[in-house]
């Protein structure tokens, strides 16, 4: 087990060198004839099956880029690339009890995104971007510019990447999601405030594919939901706007141990 910086930020002729150094290191210490294959979870939309990043909001540099032939060359293996969302989905489905069959898991942090299960099988949508909900149109955003170009995306009233400007322009002193944790877990007022309100939010825009989607349970991940006040904000617009044939999905609830507040990150967490 290693944790190592991922900079997506920085393109794929950056990061990808620099984590393959490391995944090198850590197949020469049980032997490299030993290494089989690998996987690579990414925070963007992925083509699975041609095993490249597909427009990315936050990815500067990776779009069309072949991220699964890269290490593939490299390592001499096979390589599956994934979303993370999805990876979160996937890992929430083994762990759980396997009468779930129905599922759907929100990843919350820096950027917003949603995996399901459907049939006990991992849905990747007709061209691989099911649960991007994250430019999902909010009416109360409809002046703020999103990462795409457009305007009212959820991800500028509910993300953690939106949080930071918003608390900025109040006067906290905040660079990434992990301050807005760190100011919400102290009970400062205003971080205590707005991640409510992107709670309310995200939750409000959840039941839409929860009434949708009648998933038998929603699993809240991420490290915003590791925040009380954040779920429990997303929980009360979720029931509240969400009634599948005249009930609600079962649970809402955050995420249990086995997949961590970063599960699924293409990089440590936000």
């Given at each position: 087990m290693s944790t190592v910086p991922f900079a997506t930020e920085e393109g794929p002729e950056v990061a990808l060198p620099g984590l393959a150094q490391?995944?090198?290191g850590l197949a020469e210490q049980p032997g490299r004839a030993l290494l089989k294959g690998g996987g690579l979870?990414?925070?963007?939309?992925?083509?699975?099956?041609?095993?490249?990043?597909?427009?990315?909001?936050?990815?500067?540099?990776?779009?069309r880029f072949p991220v699964r032939t890269w290490p593939e060359d490299r390592f001499g293996v096979p390589v599956a690339i994934e979303h993370g969302a999805n990876c979160?989905?996937?890992?929430?489905?083994?762990?759980q009890p396997a009468g779930r069959?129905?599922?759907?898991?929100?990843?919350?942090?820096?950027?917003?995104?949603?995996?399901?299960?459907?049939d006990g099988q991992l849905y990747r949508g007709g061209s691989g971007i099911a649960g991007e909900i994250t430019h999902v149109r909010v009416e109360a955003a409809d002046h703020i510019p999103c990462s795409r170009g457009s305007a009212g995306g959820l991800e500028t009233v509910a993300s953690g990447a939106a949080l930071v400007p918003i608390l900025r322009e109040r006067g906290l002193e905040v660079t990434?999601?992990?301050?807005?944790?760190?100011?919400?877990?102290?009970?400062?007022?205003?971080?205590?405030?707005?991640?409510?309100?992107?709670?309310?939010?995200?939750?409000?825009?959840?039941?839409?594919?929860?009434?949708?989607?009648?998933?038998?349970?929603?699993?809240?991940?991420?490290?915003?939901s590791t925040l009380e006040r954040f779920a429990a904000a997303v929980r009360s617009r979720l029931r509240a706007g969400s009634r599948c044939g005249g009930r609600s999905p079962r649970h809402c609830t955050r995420?249990?141990?086995?997949?961590?507040?970063?599960?699924?990150?293409?990089?440590?967490p936000p």
């Open positions: 490391t995944l090198e979870s990414l925070p963007g939309p992925v083509d699975f099956a041609s095993g490249v990043v597909t427009l990315p909001s936050r990815m500067p540099g990776w779009n979160m989905a996937a890992g929430e489905h083994i762990a069959r129905q599922l759907t898991t929100v990843k919350s942090g820096t950027a917003i995104g949603v995996g399901s299960i459907a990434s999601t992990e301050d807005v944790v760190r100011l919400a877990c102290d009970a400062d007022p205003e971080a205590t405030r707005a991640v409510r309100q992107a709670g309310r939010y995200l939750g409000m825009a959840l039941a839409a594919n929860v009434n949708f989607f009648n998933p038998d349970v929603v699993y809240l991940g991420g490290i915003l995420s249990p141990a086995m997949t961590t507040p970063d599960a699924g990150h293409g990089r440590p």
